[in-house]
């Protein structure tokens, strides 16, 4: 190779040298000036994961949901509940039809006991260990919750339901904490009268008339004894009028009766001019205009006949009966009571079958409607209406 050649191959060889060089220098500040930035614009130390978000806690609602669906879920295994009220009421009959429909799983089994025959039963039956009824509806609901047959409240969906729907409020024991008492059925009591023997503008207008010396042996009555209508209402007037005023009312009197039903037949066939403690007219309505029968709205006001379906400690079907007892608190089951003529039922939002035998607005009697502790006082009022009773020969 000439001289030439050798300069050329030697200056190749340090141009290569060189760019080796500066290529290793360019890399080093590139690795130097990473460190640089890495070190002036982060933290050192590791940014910790945020903790996975705790789930929401489930709100009352979902609560109360949850419950009520094992409710019911549970009320369809046992597949039975056992239904039975103070007297006879065709608007039970209705809602534990209706009930059955809607719950095909689920079958009624309905009796009648008056109250005071419930209450032995339940006692004996508790004492043995042998409840044989779920479900008890009748006036004496505080009675038997006061004696400690009744379930303690828990939530049923109705208690969701607006106030205004309410024509008297279905929880207002539970929510004042007297009892456990839900109120399912309300009915006004009038006093009924026969068109010809009591015409328009000659009789009675008032609970307060009822003492009036000229009705002496014209009054019809549901005998006050006991734990009765005739008791109870007799009761409320002699708390507002006074006892004077209630003896003079009982020596009126002319006859006694156990049930209302009669007491109206009584009344049409002319037998009777006044028939206190009469609930709606339902056999006058039968009967083609004009009627020989009406119903007074005392001006005094409407003593109602307040009921409550109570769920029993130890019952056989403890699910059925709560889901029952919710059923009749519906609009559903409350249309239901409401179907039949006569039926008393306690929501707004229904529609009774014969309107004018239901008048449930307007003025209520001022000590009404019941309360626990009236229930407590008003049998013990019982030894002064037998004392009158006896002095006119009805005891």
Known sequence: MGRGGNFKLKRSMEMVKRFKVNVSVGLLLIGILTVLLAACGSDPTPTPKPAPAAPAAPSQADVNKAKWDKIVAAAKQEGEVVFVSSGKAPQYDAVAKAFEKKYPEINVVRSLLRTGDFQARIAAETAAKKVSTDVYSSGGGPALDRDGYVVEYDY???????SSVWSYDAFTDIKSGKTNVIYTDMAPNYILVNNELCPVGSCVESYKDLSDPKWKG??????????????????????????EWARAVVSNIGA?????????????????????????????????????LRAIRPADGLIPSVSG?????????????????????????????????????????????????MQLAGKIFPTAPTTPEFQKRFPSYVPMWEDELKKIGLR
């Open 156 to 162: 049923t969906p109705s208690e969701d339901t607006p």
């Open 218 to 243: 014209k009054l019809l009555m549901v005998e006050p004894i006991g734990v009765t209508t005739g008791s109870f209402i007799m009761g409320f007037l002699y708390e507002e009028y006074g006892e």
């Open 256 to 292: 006694m009766i156990r049930g209302t039903a009669e007491g109206e037949k009584m009344v049409i066939r002319g037998e009777w001019p006044i028939f206190v403690t009469g609930k709606a007219p339902k056999e006058t309505f039968k009967l083609p205009k004009p009627h020989p």
């Open 309 to 357: 379906a109570v769920v029993l400690k130890d019952g056989p079907n403890p699910n059925a009966a709560q889901l029952f007892r919710e059923f009749v608190l519906t609009k559903e089951g409350q249309q239901a009571m409401a179907d039949v003529v006569g039926g008393g039922f306690i929501r707004n939002d229904v529609t009774a079958a014969e309107p004018e035998m």
